[in-house]
């Protein structure tokens, strides 16, 4: 495989430099390489560029179909924890399971209706330190922000789940509240672009919050938020020049008590144990000259 395009060009062209015949038929001097003999506008550089890009694309979509592939046959593998995450992405609010199967029986239901009843926008399943015990975490989506299902739907999701379950699994869903995160962010600042309360002059956004905001959206749920990652996404804002966090706070729903636990720092990284992460406040970033 090869790793871009301009590498699949060079394979290309290294092979036709090294043809005999074509040698003999261009004339072309030993040793030279195909850029030292074919100029940049010639119709031969503009067909390997043609070529090259085909190859590469060939290449995009021959990867995007193997990735499917290995997804279709993990979700096959019954009992996996992929299995799992797959059946609990099916569920289907208000609709029966076929007899003896663990699909749902959409019988004169229309695709829209289909749709509208996969409340679970997102799941992820680990295996407990507790023999035999997967945690299935799960989450729906309003107005493109992540929130826990309706407490009220939880026991129709956990019927489900416990009728398609292996023998012998038992099943822990969370449906939590998000982590709470809490940064501690000094931002030393360009003044022309940034004024002090970290809003763009020109735009009028406060472009640092946002950036923290897509950061988190485009974590994979229940993945791992890098510290180190984060300050990268911010020091690519237009106006900051130097992000410094001093620290990084999060806390999430105790069971016991059903509600949210002590604020505990993160050191490098952390998996949120609700699966999905949520900015307390942004009042604790400061923007400096």
Not at 63 to 68: F, I, Q, V, Y
Not at 96 to 108: H, P, V, Y
């Amino acid at each position: 495989m090869y790793k871009d395009r301009t590498e699949i060009k060079k394979a290309m062209t290294g092979a036709f430099m090294e043809n005999a015949l074509i040698r003999d038929i261009y004339g072309l001097r030993p040793g030279k390489s195909f850029e030292e003999e074919f100029s940049k506008v010639s119709l031969e550089n503009a067909l390997f560029d043609v070529m090259s890009y085909a190859g590469w694309l060939f290449q995009q979509l021959f990867t995007a179909h193997k990735s499917e592939v290995e997804k279709l046959i993990r979700r096959q593998k019954a009992g996996t924890p992929e299995w799992y995450r797959y059946k609990t992405l099916q569920f289907q609010k208000g609709f029966d399971l076929k007899e003896g199967s663990d699909e749902f029986d959409n019988t004169g239901a229309t695709a829209e209706e289909i749709e509208q009843s996969k409340i679970i926008k997102y799941a992820a399943v680990t295996e407990s330190d507790e023999p035999g015990t997967l945690i299935i975490k799960v989450a729906t989506e309003q107005n493109e922000e992540l929130m826990p299902l309706d407490n009220a739907d939880i026991p129709a999701v956990e019927t489900y789940l416990n009728r398609i379950k292996w023998a012998g699994t038992r099943l822990r869903i969370l449906n939590y509240l998000p982590d709470l995160l809490l940064l501690k962010i000094r931002i030393y600042r360009n003044p022309l672009i940034l004024d002090e309360n970290g809003t763009d002059i020109r735009t009028g956004k406060k472009t640092v919050e946002e950036a923290i905001k897509n950061y988190l959206k485009n974590l994979p749920f229940n993945g791992e938020l890098v510290l180190v990652h984060l300050i990268d996404a911010i020091q690519q804002v237009e106006g900051v020049e130097i992000p410094h966090l001093i620290t990084a706070l999060t806390r999430w729903i105790d069971p016991s008590t059903g509600g949210y636990g002590p604020w505990e720092m993160i050191q490098v990284k952390k998996i949120p144990v609700s699966g999905y992460f949520k900015i307390d406040t942004f009042d604790y970033i400061e923007y400096v000259v």
